[in-house]
């Protein structure tokens, strides 16, 4: 039988390299985390703030560090995104993340330091939720299933009210390592050293806020690029918020006609509307690891030894 990465009595180091957090997102955090049985520990700086940032960079990328260093940290999650995670990723020490390898969790801006550390470590991080996100029924499963589960295959179904918004946009089977992460932090780090190559990969991008101009945008720079030749397929979550506005609709493109006329000339498997991104019901992905995605079934499945082998 596999081994689950983590287990109940474990401590989870709390961190905010991107916005600022006030108390009751960091109580949340504990108590989120409470309730799967795992202990909490964090700095008194985790409440610091900088204009939109969680204190100075150097106080974010020593909360970083540390909780890497800390050997009774068992994983580290980020108590929210915001802004400011891009700022700190050229002074990290990443031969200490390779020294202490530990599940990483976040989403949203944290993508930036996920695939930071992927592409520097080798080392998968946990795309999908952050601390003080509102943990439903469903994404409770979710992390348990991914944290707590000593099951040798790890199977993901879309939420059943998001099964409404899905479309397929390529049928077919997928298979390959996941990447990607959120839309713009993606397109934010095209031309930087931590830019990770998506060759052979299934891509899973999310976004929020965004009007279809800007999805557009980001969506042409990363065909311009040449980010989307040779992926295995492309999984699209849920983008909360992008849509025109109400009274802007006749001179807008819809978000799905932005998608469908950006994403299906690719001619590649390719789904919209998997349950990650900014919403209440989320799934976690790990970057890096193999999956395989069905198109019609709208599940996707990991193998519990290809994520074990970088932990336990």
């Known amino acids: 039988m596999m081994s689950a990465l983590l287990k109940k009595g ?27 049985g795992l202990k909490s520990v964090y700095f008194n700086s985790v409440l610091e703030k900088t204009g939109y940032l ?30 400011g995670t891009t700022r700190i990723l050229d002074n990290i020490n990443f031969d200490i993340i390779k020294k202490n390898p530990k599940p990483f969790i976040g989403f949203s801006d944290i993508t930036a330091l996920i695939n930071a550390v992927y592409k520097k470590t080798g080392i998968p991080g946990f795309h999908g939720v952050i601390g003080a996100g509102d943990y439903t029924k469903y994404t409770a499963e979710n992390f348990e299933r991914m944290f707590f589960s000593d099951s040798e295959i790890i199977n993901y179904e879309i939420f059943k009210d998001h099964k409404k918004d899905s479309f397929v946009i390529h049928s077919g089977d997928m298979s390959g390592d996941l990447a990607g992460g959120n839309l713009a932090l993606v397109v934010s780090t095209i031309g930087t050293q931590f830019d990770v190559s998506w060759k052979n990969k299934i891509v899973f991008l999310e976004d929020v806020g965004e009007a279809p101009y800007k999805t557009d945008r980001m969506l042409t720079q990363l065909i311009s690029s040449g980010k989307f030749n040779n992926v295995k397929g492309i999984i699209l979550g849920q983008f909360r918020g992008c849509e025109p506005e109400e009274d802007d609709k006749e001179n807008s493109f819809s978000l799905k006609e932005v998608i469908l006329d950006r994403i299906k000339p690719l001619k590649i498997p390719a789904v919209y509307g998997f349950s990650f991104g900014h919403i209440k019901n989320q799934l976690v992905f790990p970057v890096g690891i193999k999956a395989k995605f069905n198109t019609e079934k709208l599940a996707l499945s990991i193998k519990r030894k290809d994520v074990n082998r970088f932990f336990v």
């Open 54 to 83: 969680a204190g100075n960079d150097q106080s974010r990328l020593n909360e970083l560090h540390t909780m890497y260093e800390n050997t009774e940290v068992n994983a580290i999650i980020s108590v929210r995104g915001g802004y």
């Open 10 to 36: 474990d401590t989870v180091g709390l961190i905010t390299p991107a916005g600022f957090i006030d108390k009751e997102k960091l109580q949340k955090t504990i108590e989120n985390l409470a309730s799967f």
